[in-house]
């Protein structure tokens, strides 16, 4: 597949395709031994996502993937580099794409259908499942592995294998010696089991003999840098590092000379990771132990059996045509059968067709196959707004989260499905009184010894299988790891989820990586972040977040939304919990605020809300000039635009419910309108054809002022942005609004300059 997407497949552009062939010779046994007898039917699988073409190769044998699709590595529209949930199709569980991450997922996928299923929300007659992960051994860098190899650990997860192809080999070189025994030691620190596969049979068949123990730590005293020079030059080079050494033992001599250099180099090279019956053995024995996590160390050979094996800079190396045609003349596949699935195998095709027929894993989980479906659960069609003059967006969405939480009416049914988690901010970000109607989830019984004791305390933490949030560390990559798998419930355990995920809105940044991750997969959760920007005041600069804005702007299969009032979020909720089950919906991100506002008593358009904003005081057809603002600055605004509306009283107020809502409506409009005429205004468009033409736009938030000021360039009008475009700093909002220029006067300043050229 990567030498045909490489070097036979033309090349408009000049570009290398690239494809790690190194990287798949070093795990085609290890994936061997677990697609073709190992895995079972409910089994989730995480692969290394330089493994992808092994993976595509396992499921043409199986029948899942169409031969014509294996010449389209790496194409437009074909087969992805790494494996893709949504480009690849139902055969992925996990995108494993970003390294790291779906190695973590895979473990918190296990906490999710240990949530699923002691709440026996799963599909009747539907197995529990393993969920494994083949785990590249330089991931093992990322650190975002030992956040979830901790989180894991509190949770007590189960029946999750990670299987470490350890070639000690990463992008750029060999890795440190001896980082197995780092590796083994967190793992069992951790409660894991770790299961080490060094050698194959034939290197335990030579170490049983007399000299075979000397031969033994000769090799597990080789540095890896050695090691690995040795196994790319060959038989002859290693005869003479072992000679050197052990050449005056005549045991050792006995097992070495009767050997060919080629003889010699397979034996020096049958490692574990590429033994199938070394494989086989030690994952049928952990499977007979039970469900304890467990780590297999594989040793295994980047590149194994091809001509760079070994060698330090193959990890980007490509076999050339001559190359490939001696690999294709050693595995005996005669010219233009290289698709055929058993070409080269000496047994009939009949007989190989049902050893893999035989895999448990070739049996579907379910008639529809891998991908489980789940119905969409009943969205009450309004949310109550809470009652308070005086609110923020905040404490709004922790009360009408804890009235939902009542499972009251037509309530019941979404109550009992919202799943929440937070890390370690659960009370700051205002989810107490939820967690206090409906409890922490874990898989074991654990009291509140504070409210066993009498003790006074507004938060009830009893643990339990029955509850409904799942309590975090301070890891915002672990969150977003839990939000994607919840948030693929549906498809993964047969049960639909309505998770729930709050955060501080400068820490998004910390998770980001995960959160763009999720989106990729097309998980769907809602994600709350709060408090935001400066207007969190007295916490101090590292507290206040600048840049989110952009982000719910630039990230696909997210809306993101600011909210300023109560009843906009209201409304803004009760789309989330509906659009992130609909078959063309997404993740919806809410960005909230801690100040407390003056609640407006008024009728909203739901559809303007969601659309991304309206007119809250709607400007004079031909109007110079309007006040865009978003979020908690409103107050501003207001003041702002009632003295502006003293000299022009045509002027317009316009809130801002999400720029990015906006801003990708615009897009779309622009893609239909150059497609043909008739395409009709986005929503932002509508709403700004009242202005004159050269009018002008004061746009206003608690963010980079980027957010909102490409509204000028919608139809040709002037924008002065106001915004925060560098670090805070505490203090209250006076003093800070004033040095960041979004207090009355800032705004009224460019309202005069806007007007007055």
Known sequence: MIHHANHVRPSRDGLKVGGHQASCASCVSIMTALFLEVLRPADRVAVKPHA??????????????????METLRQFGGIQPYPSRVKDGAEVDFSTGSVGLGVALASFGALVQDYVRLKELAPPGLPRGRHVAIVGDAELDEGNI?????????????????????????????????????IEGLFRDMGWNVVTLKYGKRLEAAFGRPGGEALRRWIDDCPNSLYAALTFQGGAAWRNALLAELGRDEAVRAILDPLTDEELAALMTNLGGHDVETLLEAFRAQDAEGDQPTCFIAYTIKGMGLPFAGHKDNHAGLMTREQMEGFRAEMNIRPGHEWDPFEGLPFPAEELRRLVEAAPFATPLTPAGRRLEAPALH???????????????????????????????????MAARIVTTSPDVTVSTNL????????????????????????????????????????????????????????????????????????????????????????????????????????????????????????????????????????????????????????????????????ALEQPERSLDPAAVIAGGYWAVAPAPGARIAIAYQGPLAPEAMAAFAELQEEEPGAGLLAVTSADRLHQGWLDSRRRARSGPGAAPSHVEALLAPLAPGAGIVTLLDGHPAALDWLGAVRGQRVAALGVDRFGQAGDLPDLYREYGLDEAAILDACAQLLLG
């Not at 992808?52 to 699709?69: E, S």
């Not at 967006?393 to 009408?400: L, R």
Request: negative net charge; contains cysteine; proline residues 5%.
């Open 379 to 413: 969205v009450p069609a309004a949310f109550p707004v809470p009652a308070a003059r005086k609110l923020s967006t905040q404490a709004a969405f922790g009360e009408i989260l804890s009235g939902i939480g009542r499972g009251e009416g037509e309530f019941a049914e």
């Open 52 to 69: 992808g073409p092994v993976f595509h190769a396992i499921n043409l044998l199986l029948g899942r993937q169409d031969a014509a699709r």
């Open 146 to 182: 030992y956040e979830a190899l901790l989180e894991g650990w509190k949770h007590d997860i189960r029946d999750v294998w990670w299987v470490v192809d350890y070639n000690r080999q990463s992008l750029d070189s060999v890795v440190q010696d001896r980082l197995f025994g780092r």
């Open 432 to 595: 107490g009184p939820w967690v206090n109607r409906r409890g922490i989830f874990d898989r074991h019984q654990k009291n509140d010894v504070f409210r066993d004791s009498k003790l006074a305390s507004a938060q009830r933490w009893g643990m339990s299988p029955e509850g409904q949030h799942i309590e975090l560390g301070i890891a915002e990559q672990n969150l977003f790891l839990v939000l994607a798998a919840c948030g693929l419930a549906h498809s993964l355990y047969g049960a639909r989820l309505l998770p729930v995920g709050t955060v501080y809105d400068p820490f998004v940044n910390r998770g980001l990586d995960a959160l763009i991750y999720g989106c990729y997969m097309d998980a769907r959760f809602l994600l709350v972040s709060t408090p935001s920007g400066i207007t969190l005041g007295p916490e101090g600069g590292q507290h206040q977040s600048v840049n989110t804005p952009l982000i719910g702007i630039a990230q696909d299969r997210l809306h993101a939304y600011e909210p300023a009032f109560a009843d906009e979020l209201a409304i803004l909720m009760r789309h989330a919990f509906a659009h992130m089950q609909a078959p063309d919906g997404c993740s919806v991100w809410l960005r909230l605020s801690t100040r």
